[in-house]
């Protein structure tokens, strides 16, 4: 008598059926292994830290929570193999040799609540780079002495942000319009740099000033230019600046005033023309509506005069007829 087969055998048979009849093999992506030189735990962490990599590691298992690949040589974040993990909440990315961050890097990472980007060489952040990780809490970009340059609205679309951190780079200039509306930030890194406390800054120098403490090492976040401001800290210089910058005019404000001078010269210019113009019109045109008149005037002054002269002989020859 034969036995069935065990329902788990019969699954396996119908699932390897499948494959063979829709020519599907499995994807390594969709593995549930363990990379090489990594080791992973029945919590979720993957700890890749210090084992020379110089490529992202393959072969994640797709419910990883935290990703630790600092201490490597790692020179860029594959998007199509990190936004596989979905579920991924925390990710160390710190001490490699990233040059660039692509805008579709964390595409699918919504459950992102912690980012490390420091002691890379970042040399500067795109708009919407960071704007899918709608859940991000704290992200690390310190120590990336090339970054020099970060997109106005780079932290737009993070409004969970609470820690930002830019320490020690080379920004000279922060545009802080998306920062100002992040009502979750309550700690800021910025020591280090060498910010520039000049008109343009401004408004870093006097948020500095006016929320000092949000802000790590203030003490430490100093003026890199001008020369005579060099050293100074950014919250001491906010008011100088303010008023400063908005008691002089600036080379914009000089050409505005040139250009609108000339435009009111040449305006009036022009119109003195016109007036003259017109006025030599419009005497023209009255000495020759008089002269129009004239000969009609004297025609009827001489008949006037005849009349006159006829009538007064007439009166004459009377007195003289009734003398006689």
Partial sequence: MRLAPQPSTQSLRLVVLLLLIVGV??????????????VCDDQLVVQCAGQHLTTFPG???????????????????????????????YLDCSNNSLT?????????????????????????????????????????????????????????????????????????????????????????????????????????????????FKFQ???QTVCGMPADLQGRRLGEVGLQLR????????????LFFIVIGFVIFAAGTVSAWVMGVIMVLYERYIKKKDEQVDPDDEEASGSAGATGSGGDHGNGNLKISHTV
């Avoid at 630790?68 to 199509?80: C, F, G, K, T, V």
């Avoid at 040399?123 to 970009?141: H, K």
């Avoid at 008023?243 to 000089?254: A, E, I, K, P, R």
């Fill in 25 to 38: 093999t499995p994807s390594p992506a969709l593995s549930a292994g363990c990379p090489d030189r990594c």
């Fill in 59 to 89: 072969n994640l298992p797709l419910a990883t929570r935290q990703l630790i690949i600092s201490n490597n040589r790692i020179s860029e974040l594959p998007p199509l193999a990190l936004n596989y993990l979905s579920d991924l909440v």
């Fill in 100 to 212: 660039e961050i692509a805008e579709s890097t964390f595409g699918n990472l919504r459950k992102l609540a912690y980012l490390d980007l420091s002691f890379n060489t970042l040399t500067r952040i795109e708009d919407r780079t960071f704007g899918p990780l709608s859940s991000l809490v704290m992200l690390r970009m310190t120590d990336n002495p090339g970054l020099s340059e970060i997109h106005p609205d780079a932290f737009a679309e993070n409004a969970a942000l609470q820690v930002l951190d830019v320490s020690r780079n080379n920004l000279t200039a922060l545009n802080i319009s998306s920062l100002l509306a992040l009502a979750a930030l309550r700690s800021v890194g910025l020591s280090g740099n060498p910010w520039s406390c000049e008109c343009d800054n401004e408004d870093l120098c006097l948020w500095v000033h006016l929320e000092g």
């Fill in 243 to 254: 008023t400063l910058c908005h008691q002089t005019l600036g080379s914009w404000d000089y």
């Fill in 217 to 219: 090492d203030e003490g």
